[in-house]
């Protein structure tokens, strides 16, 4: 089984819809990110948490929330997808002693239509 | 605010031999870190070496080493013995040693294709 999985791994939705993005890892990390990509580019931070209490604003997290709802468990969502948020989005973690994150999921490819 | 950029969008080497990937970046701070990510087909990002700009001695990793010039802010990465499994995008990223920021700045890429 995979480290950090993530669900679903391809979404295609309407404008206006409200859109979860699940992630679950068994590393027994306590920091865990979401990250978007879009084409030709590299990943940027929306939200990250260090454990399930602590969570923070990336550089783009207008348009997003998160939940941490068990150290395993930190999911991402549109409240109203607009077509600009399509992209692939990252889950990842790390543990306490790390610089950067360490694991990631295989993506999530979101198409708002 | 600190940027990097990857010169080469793309770049093609045959097998078992060797290729270097550029980067260079700007920033005006002093002590920061320095990453290369690979990213295959399956899309998951791996890291593959880090440089602390504190260390002089340039990072290794099997077949993939750096050459980190702290002067030239220049941080290219060389695979040696280059495999057909090599073949991805390769992102070159840099973190702020200041406490409270967990922003990665990444370069857009070089794609990475190994010819048989």
């Known amino acids: 089984d995979a480290d950090v999985t993530q669900t679903p791994r391809n979404r295609i939705t309407k404008t206006g819809k409200r859109i979860m993005l699940e992630c679950s890892q068994t590393?027994?990390?306590?920091?865990m990110y979401w990250y978007r990509q879009d084409p030709g580019l590299g990943l940027q931070l929306i939200y990250y948490?260090?454990?399930?209490?602590?969570?923070n604003k990336g550089e783009i997290s207008d348009g997003y929330s998160v939940s941490r709802q068990a150290q395993a468990k930190f999911s991402l969502s549109l409240e109203s997808a607009i077509p600009n948020q399509t992209a692939l989005y990252f889950c990842?973690?790390?543990?306490?002693?790390?610089?950067?994150?360490?694991?990631f999921g295989d993506g999530t490819r979101l198409s708002i239509l | 605010a600190q940027t990097v950029t990857q010169s080469q969008p793309e770049m093609s080497v045959q097998e078992a031999e060797t290729v270097t990937l550029s980067c260079t970046y700007d920033?005006?701070?002093?002590?920061?870190?320095l990453f290369w990510y690979k990213q295959p087909p399956s899309r998951q990002m791996i890291l593959v070496i880090r440089?602390?700009?504190?260390?002089?001695q340039n990072a290794t990793e099997n077949r993939f080493s750096v050459n980190f010039q702290k002067a030239a802010k220049s941080f290219s990465l060389k695979i040696s013995d280059s495999q057909l499994g090599d073949a991805a995008m390769y992102f070159c990223?840099?973190?702020?040693?200041?406490?409270?920021?967990?922003?990665?700045?990444f370069g857009k890429g070089t794609k990475l294709t190994v010819n048989p």
């Open positions: 990842a973690t790390s543990d306490a002693g790390s610089l950067l994150p360490q694991h």
């Open positions: 590393k027994g990390h306590d920091r």
């Open positions: 948490s260090f454990d399930v209490k602590d969570i």
């Open positions: 920033t005006s701070e002093s002590d920061y870190y």
């Open positions: 440089q602390e700009a504190y260390k002089q």
């Open positions: 990223a840099y973190k702020t040693s200041q406490g409270g920021s967990e922003k990665l700045v």
